[in-house]
C-alpha cells in the first residue's frame, strides 16, 4: 500500500492552484511528489509542478466539500468553502460580478494553460482531462468567465449548472430562452457541445452539455 503523503507534503497538495493544480514548495517536497506519483514537473520552461489525477483525489479527498459540488439529492450548491469556485448557481452570497472579474479571468487563463499543457495536441481550444472529471466545476466556469450571470438563491435570473445522470453531460438551466441561448454560445465558444432540451415531466427548458472531444 503507499504511504501517505507526509504533513508538509499534504500541505503542498491542499495549497495547490484549485483550476490548473499548479504546485508551490521546496524542490525537495516537489521531488517527492513526483516520486510518488502525485506530481509532475512541466517540460517546458518555466517547469513547474502540476498535481497528478492521483494528486487531485488526495486534495479533493477533504470532509467539507469544495465550493462548487452540487448535492446529490437536493440539486443545490452547498456553502462556499473560502477557495475560489466557480459559481455554480443558487448560491445564498449575493453575486458581486465586480468583485469577481480578476479572480474569475484569472482562473479561467489558468484553465486553457492547463489545456494547452495536458491536451496531446496541445490544443487550449479542446477541453481537457480535469473538465472531464469536474464538469459542473468546469462548465460554470466557462459560462462564468464569459460574462454570463449566475442564479441567486432564488434560482432566478442566472444559469444553474447541474449533474445529470449521463456521463461527461451537465445540465445548464436558465431563466428564459434568450439566457439559455447565451449560455449555449458561451459553452461552444468553451468547446462544449450543448443542445437545447424539455423535461417531461416540467416542460423546463433546459441546456445538454458535454465537453468536445475533436
Not at 32 to 41: I, M, Q, S
Not at 74 to 100: D, I, K, L, N
Not at 131 to 143: F, I, M, N, S
Amino acid at each position: 500500500m503507499t504511504r501517505p503523503p507526509t504533513a508538509a507534503q499534504r500541505r503542498v497538495i491542499d495549497a495547490a492552484d484549485p483550476v490548473t493544480g499548479r504546485l508551490r514548495g521546496t524542490p525537495a517536497q516537489l521531488a517527492a511528489l513526483v516520486t510518488r506519483g502525485l506530481a509532475f514537473r512541466h517540460p517546458r520552461p518555466p517547469h513547474d509542478h502540476f498535481l497528478t489525477p492521483a494528486g487531485h483525489r488526495i486534495r479533493e479527498a477533504e470532509p467539507e466539500p469544495e465550493g462548487t459540488a452540487v448535492t446529490a439529492v437536493t440539486g443545490e450548491a452547498p456553502a462556499p468553502t473560502g477557495v475560489f469556485a466557480a459559481r455554480v448557481g443558487g448560491e445564498e452570497e449575493p453575486y458581486e460580478a465586480s468583485s469577481r472579474r480578476r479572480e474569475v479571468h484569472s482562473a479561467w487563463q489558468g484553465l486553457v494553460e492547463l489545456r494547452r499543457m495536458t491536451n496531446p495536441d496541445g490544443s487550449a481550444e479542446r477541453p481537457c482531462g480535469w473538465e472531464r472529471t469536474h464538469l459542473v466545476r468546469a462548465a460554470a466556469l466557462a459560462l462564468e468567465a464569459a460574462g454570463c450571470r449566475p442564479a441567486g438563491p432564488g434560482g432566478d435570473e442566472g444559469y444553474r449548472v447541474r449533474a445529470t445522470a449521463q456521463p461527461e453531460a451537465v445540465a445548464v438551466y436558465g431563466p428564459d430562452a434568450e439566457a439559455l441561448r447565451a449560455c449555449a454560445a458561451a459553452l461552444e465558444r468553451a468547446g462544449w457541445q450543448a443542445g437545447e432540451y424539455t423535461e417531461p415531466r416540467t416542460r423546463a427548458r433546459y441546456l445538454l452539455a458535454s465537453p468536445r472531444r475533436v
